[in-house]
């Protein structure tokens, strides 16, 4: 796989400037795991449904100094109409107790994942959890701290510790 725009590691994108990103053809994790995966939630009985994964997948809007909206391309949000197509199926599945749980970005996460990222009242179709690094220092609590104002479905971030996460469901 290759990232959209990939001049080398993570770095921030605009629309105008990597529209690769919102090509629809594009697939984070290529059209017969897409189809596997999609028939598997909709024919799932499970009281829980878990995808882990590797990465963020919830939308990380920044914002750049020219005030333009910015997205890492290493992520779901290198590939928006995959992640868009992925949560409209769990909506449309009527998929129960979506989680999804990730990594790769050195810092805890809890977000909401919604059909539509930019609209406020948008439904949450899964929940995000991911888990930081053991010992690896990632980008700096301030940094992710500035953009959470333009990210309102992110419910918890912590970058200043190091761990591990541990995750028990209990059927109720």
Known sequence: ???????????????????????????????????????????SRADWNLIAQDVLMAQLRGVNEQGEATF???????YPESRSRLLRHVYDARVRNAVVIGGDIHSFWTN??????????????????VGTSVSTHGVPYEVFARALPDNPHVKFFESRRRGYVAVELIDA
């Open 72 to 78: 890492s391309t290493d992520d779901w949000d290198g």
């Open 1 to 43: 796989m290759r990232f959209p725009c990939d001049w080398g590691g993570a770095h921030p994108e605009t629309n105008q400037s990597c529209p690769e990103r919102l090509d629809p053809s594009r697939s984070m994790i290529g059209a017969a795991q897409e189809a596997w995966l999609f028939d598997g939630l909709a024919e």
């Open 112 to 129: 909401d994942l919604k059909l539509d990222f930019d609209d406020p009242a948008s439904p949450a179709v899964a929940t995000e959890l």
